[in-house]
């Protein structure tokens, strides 16, 4: 019973002293979606992980002109350890691409911290048209990509390379272990534009 005692005041206090804690992350504007007429917090922490999907977006579900299925055009933001090899990270990928069927449109210059590609492929038994957006920092990789059926691409082309182009690093990232998880392991991970 003495240890019971024991053990609740002293999870009583650190409960206190981390209330009394003042974050050590900065705190973040709400994203505000004026369309839609709402502003939420993001969901935003510390972390060292190896990846993280820390944002993904979709317009309206809609039917394709000439499926019986509906898609949705979509964004999403996945955040991945940062490299000293952006080059070769970026031979890699082209590679991976390639080897999954995927058919590169275009891609931009080469450039030692951006790079945007342009690509389509079969995903699911939909062709499917991606364009993605690679920011590389020495402590992130941010890949914002934007996706839709590439029978819808023409209509939607526009907002999603607006969306995927605005990405930038604030160089704000705070690295941080996860709280009870294992420290990541990072040497060779190599991130995926595709799933």
Wanted: proline share 10%.
């Amino acid at each position: 019973m003495r240890n019971k005692i024991i053990y609740f005041s002293g999870l009583a206090l650190l409960s206190a002293i981390y209330a009394a804690t003042p974050a050590s992350a900065p705190t973040s504007a709400p994203v505000t979606m004026p369309t839609y007429g709402f502003s939420i917090n993001p969901l935003d922490m510390p972390t060292d992980g190896p990846v993280l999907q820390a944002l993904q977006m979709s317009l309206p579900l809609l039917p394709m002109p000439t499926s019986k299925f509906s898609a949705a055009p979509a964004v999403n933001v996945i955040v991945w350890p940062g490299t000293d090899n952006f080059e070769d990270y970026k031979l890699r990928e082209k590679l991976d691409l390639q080897m999954k069927g995927m058919i590169i449109k275009s891609e931009s210059p080469a450039n030692a911290t951006d790079w945007v590609l342009e690509y389509t492929g079969v995903a699911n038994g939909i062709t499917m048209h991606w364009y993605a957006h690679i920011v590389n920092t020495p402590k992130r990789i941010f890949i914002a990509t934007g996706m839709a059926p590439d029978e819808m691409w023409s209509q939607y082309s526009d907002k999603i390379k607006a969306c995927v182009d605005s990405l930038k690093s604030t160089n704000t990232a705070v690295i941080a272990p996860i709280p009870g998880a294992a420290p990541a392991a990072t040497s060779g991970v190599v991130p995926k534009l595709t799933p």
